[in-house]
């Protein structure tokens, strides 16, 4: 749970489309001590701030989108063993700028336009032969269909792609194209 400051109940409260008495309902507290933190006029005890502060929490989060409702389902996977060409012109005739690799039936890596590029400058005479297990960067994250839409944001800053599974199973992908599709 994020720290969050008395003057952010109201606001938060009104997020939420909640009015005072069911906050503080939801909160086990009193309406009138809602009213008094949101006028300023009274400091509650840690115990009841937190109490507060955990209704407006578990809101958020029931609230937030989930990795579930922003993934593509359909995922196109590169085979370690797969020819680097034969990978290059999938992604050129799908669209698209990225693969998870599989090997052994496990996701073990990606392949990126970026990493291809920079295999193909270091080494361009090399490209015709080279396999996709040879050149794909480390495995992207991993999550859950539940997971909030803040991990996400925070995994694609250091990420290109996230994938999402369920019960160990691949059953989709975001990427940032996904989750700028979903900001209004």
């Not at 909640?18 to 300023?40: C, D, F, M, P, T």
């Not at 509650?44 to 989930?66: C, D, N």
């Not at 994250?141 to 995994?155: A, D, F, S, Y």
Request: glycine share 6%; proline share 3%.
């Amino acid at each position: 749970m994020g720290i969050h400051s008395l003057t952010d109940i109201k606001s938060l409260r009104k997020k939420y489309h909640l009015n005072q008495k069911e906050l503080a309902q939801r909160a086990n507290v009193s309406q009138s001590l809602i009213a008094k933190i949101e006028a300023g006029m009274v400091d509650p005890s840690f115990t009841k701030a937190q109490q507060i502060f955990e209704v407006l929490h578990h809101l958020r989060e029931k609230e937030e989108l989930k990795a579930r409702e922003v993934m593509r389902t359909k995922v196109l996977f590169a085979q370690g063993s797969d020819a680097l060409r034969e990978v290059i012109k999938t992604m050129k005739s799908k669209g698209i700028s990225q693969m998870p690799v599989l090997m052994n039936e496990k996701v073990a890596g990606l392949i990126t336009e970026g990493t291809i590029l920079r295999h193909l400058a270091e080494n361009p005479e090399k490209i015709k032969r080279l396999k996709v297990g040879e050149v794909m960067e480390e495995t992207p994250p991993i999550v859950t269909v539940k997971t909030g839409m803040r991990v996400l944001l925070e995994l694609l800053r250091e990420h290109p792609i996230i994938l999402v599974a369920e019960r160990g199973e691949i059953k989709g992908l975001i990427s940032k194209t996904d989750l700028l599709g979903r900001v209004e």
